[in-house]
Nanobody
Framework: QVELVESGGGSVQPGGSLRLSCVASRLPFSTYSMYWYRQAPGNDRELVAS????????NYADSVKGRFTISRDNAKKLVNLQMNNLKSEDTAVYYC?????????WGQGTQVTVSS
């Protein structure tokens, strides 16, 4: 079965950086669009960034534009989220998500905490 495994979460001070990674297995990775979502306590899960499989086109939530960068390596079945200038409001569980051919897959999530 398809598996998405995130890594790279942790605790950081405001203004710091983290890099999240998600490795996919048993997935025709290059044909799937990949997403990063996040969910803070008491909030709905929200889309942070996306990247398509064909051309690598990216989209970002307004709240992270200019600070976060999504990228992918199809050969390694890897999608990254580079997060710079982190703010306290970025604190959440971050989820990797794959979508294609009517299929949706989620990772287990990784915690990001931004606090002084």
């Amino acid at each position: 079965q398809v598996e998405l495994v995130e890594s790279g979460g942790g605790s950081v001070q405001p203004g710091g950086s983290l890099r999240l990674s998600c490795v996919a297995s048993r997935l025709p990775f290059s044909t799937y669009s990949m997403y990063w979502y996040r969910q803070a306590p008491g909030n709905d899960r929200e889309l942070v960034a996306s990247i398509d499989g064909s051309y690598g086109n990216t989209n970002y939530a307004d709240s992270v534009k200019g600070r976060f960068t999504i990228s992918r390596d199809n050969a390694k079945k890897l999608v990254n989220l580079q997060m710079n200038n982190l703010k306290s409001e970025d604190t959440a569980v971050y989820y990797c998500h794959a979508r294609g051919y009517g299929n949706w897959y989620w990772g287990q999530g990784t915690q990001v905490t931004v606090s002084s």
